[in-house]
């Protein structure tokens, strides 16, 4: 296989990034439909957009930092860096909260989000793999049977770890029970930033670290102090949250 993969002239990150929207906002109306939510359809409406605003600051921001080395380059700053998966779950959850605040909503809203943005994710995934070397993804080189060659020699191929990873985080969250509201998200979270704090360490698509650690990483370790200390849910119950008139 040659990288990066096109359908018909399109670059195959645009296609399952497109695939990846559309099936998780198909999946976020499931789980509404199937599970109820914590909100009315249209305060979600505003939240989902709070989200995505948030997300697509946070994935800039967080790419361009993890870019910085390349200030002052010939390469024009809105250039630098992408987008990055981690900034845009934690700049989606800043937007959210934000949203919250200005909206006086006090119940906590993220479980309904989990499974949908697990399928989104690892759709997404499939495309950054078919990208390669562009998309600066990958991992270190390896004499592994499994490693992938991108077009200078086998790598870890970290994007379908990630994959892997959103399984195995999905099938652990479908076997967990919970009462509280809120836990699910917060265990979601947890769990992926500790995997992102593991597996970026046999990445070397950049040259930006402090103390050891790259901005993606120290993004994750902070996301972590904040789901454990404010972000945190309560001891609300979903059936109190999802019936709140009775």
Known sequence: MEF??????????????ILGYVAGFAFLMRERRLHGDTVDSENRAWLILAALVGALFGARLLALVEHSDEIGSDIPIIFL????????????????EVAKKIMGITVR???????PLIISMAIGRIGCFLTGLPDATYGY???????????????????????????????????????????????????????????????DTTTVEWLGLTPIQWACVLGLLWFFTYGKPGERSIEDDLHPNV
């Open 81 to 96: 860096g992408g987008k990055t998966i981690v900034g845009g779950l934690l700049g989606g959850t800043i937007g959210i």
């Open 4 to 17: 990066p993969v096109y359908f018909w002239g399109i670059p195959a990150h645009l296609v399952f990034e």
């Open 141 to 203: 080189h390896t004499d592994l049977p499994w490693g992938v060659d991108f077009g200078d020699g086998s790598r870890h191929p970290t994007q379908l770890y990630g994959i892997l990873a959103l399984g195995a985080i999905w099938a652990f969250l479908e076997k967990w029970e919970t009462p509280v509201t809120g836990q699910r998200f917060q265990m979601f979270m947890a769990l992926y930033l500790i995997w992102r704090i593991i597996v970026d360490s046999i990445k």
């Open 109 to 115: 809203t993220g479980d309904v989000y989990v499974t």
